[in-house]
């Protein structure tokens, strides 16, 4: 079957790609990301030639950055070794471009075309022993060389949503195919695995859980970036919003507004000038002082708003939060809400959740709340003046986080084990 399937593959793969660069035309992130790969084999040859020859070398391939942060506990780990040549190869170009000069990984690429010709020479190059794709994101001849040329075979963090593709009529017969490449599959929770184990009659399944939770629960323990906020916002009723969009932050002020002796601080999804001076606008017209973090003024106090318009703050920001509002839920998706949630923080946002499971669970957990336009000034105010029904929530969020900790120690017993 197997077989088929990469010829089937192979026969679409020239017109997918033809389309790819007919839509390039119109579409600057598909621009940039052909761009971005025009000398690929040109750079990756040079980086090559500065690995270890002799150490064995372990392939991490993601679509994003989010992805990435799934891989990067166990990135961490290996590094900390030192048995490992560690190379990353990322599909898109915003997270190739975030972490091109990630230090602990060895070579950091993008992942080439997925044409035949391409993974061979990538995989000749690369040499991996073990190959590891986070949670979906799958190239069937990058998988197909990896595994010829003897590597191991590694899904991580893997989900199945409940109307996944995988079941599809047809699909389904390719992803049996493909799925039969791994060695081993770690799920993200029993119901994954049974999922997989039934629908494809897989016996290389197993549950590891999420290593986004480890990697969430070690970058909640800096706080070098937020060092210097700490006096201003200690003993005070501080409301987070993180990533927040225009929505969020419209909303977010207007219910400010009517809450007392609360503090505000604002970390907007994007930091452009456009967004930044709109967002200003906006607390001006509102009659509220505010401040940039990059330009923090002298007299500044917990009494203005704070707009936090530069990177790498979030994960330790949340630690001076009461209640910590995550955006995207009244747009296409919530963003982060375990960033909020493992400093034992309540957790509130918007409706659309329907691709995050976390922000699901944590709803039935009782540490988060889902809000409207309508609801939030009144959600808000009861976890503000409630502080009983805070600590619990805040207690409930903390608890969820803790128990999902240990995805990266199983996967890597296998790694070492086997």
């Not at 017109?15 to 990756?44: C, D, M, Y």
């Not at 590597?151 to 593709?165: C, D, N, P, Y």
């Amino acid at each position: 079957m197997l077989t088929l399937w990469r010829a089937i593959y192979n026969l679409l793969l020239p017109l997918f790609l033809l389309l790819v660069r007919l839509f390039g035309r119109f579409n600057p992130k598909i621009q940039a990301s052909l761009s971005g790969r025009k000398h690929l084999f040109e750079t990756l040859t040079e980086k090559v030639t500065q690995l270890p020859p002799h150490q064995k070398r372990i392939w991490f391939h993601v679509a994003s950055v989010g992805e990435f942060e799934q891989a990067r506990p166990l990135i961490a780990h290996l590094r900390k070794r030192g048995d490992w040549t560690i190379a990353v190869s990322f599909l898109s170009v915003s997270g190739y471009e975030a972490r091109k000069n990630f230090p602990d990984a060895d070579l950091i690429t993008y992942l080439p075309e997925d044409t035949p010709m391409n993974a061979r020479r990538f995989c000749a190059l690369v040499q991996p022993t073990v190959s590891v794709v986070v949670r979906y994101d799958f190239w069937l001849n990058h998988l197909y060389e990896a595994k010829r040329a003897g590597a191991r075979l590694i899904l991580i963090s893997a989900s199945v949503q409940a109307k996944s593709s995988y079941f599809k009529p047809v699909l389904k017969s390719f992803y049996n195919a493909l799925f039969s490449l791994f060695d081993n599959i770690f799920t993200v929770s029993e119901r994954d695995a049974k999922a997989l184990r039934e629908g494809f009659a897989l016996s290389t399944v197993e549950v590891a859980g999420d290593t986004r939770y480890d990697q969430v629960y070690a970058r909640s323990k800096g706080r070098e970036k937020i060092a210097h906020l700490e006096k201003f916002y200690r003993g005070k009723r501080v409301l987070i919003g993180g990533s927040t969009w225009q929505i969020d932050e419209s909303l977010l002020v207007d219910a400010f507004l009517h809450l007392t002796t609360v503090s505000l601080i604002l970390v907007p999804h994007e930091i452009n000038p456009a967004h930044l001076a709109w967002l200003e606008s906006l607390l001006q017209s509102k009659g509220l002082d505010y401040a940039r973090i990059s330009k923090l003024p002298e007299n500044f106090s917990s009494e203005m708003v704070l707009i936090v318009d530069e990177i790498g703050y979030l994960a330790e920001l949340y630690a001076l939060a009461s209640v910590g509002y995550v955006g995207g839920g009244f747009g296409v998706n919530v963003h982060n809400t375990l960033e909020v949630a493992v400093h034992g923080v309540p957790v509130v946002f918007g409706g659309n959740i329907h691709k995050s499971r976390e922000a699901k669970e944590l709803v039935e957990a009782g540490a988060a709340f889902i809000v409207t336009e309508s609801t939030l000034l009144s959600t808000l105010k009861n976890l503000f003046e409630n502080d009983d029904l805070r600590a619990e929530a805040g207690a409930k969020a903390a608890q969820f986080v803790q128990a999902r900790l240990g995805a990266t120690e199983k996967i890597l017993k296998y790694l070492y084990e086997t």
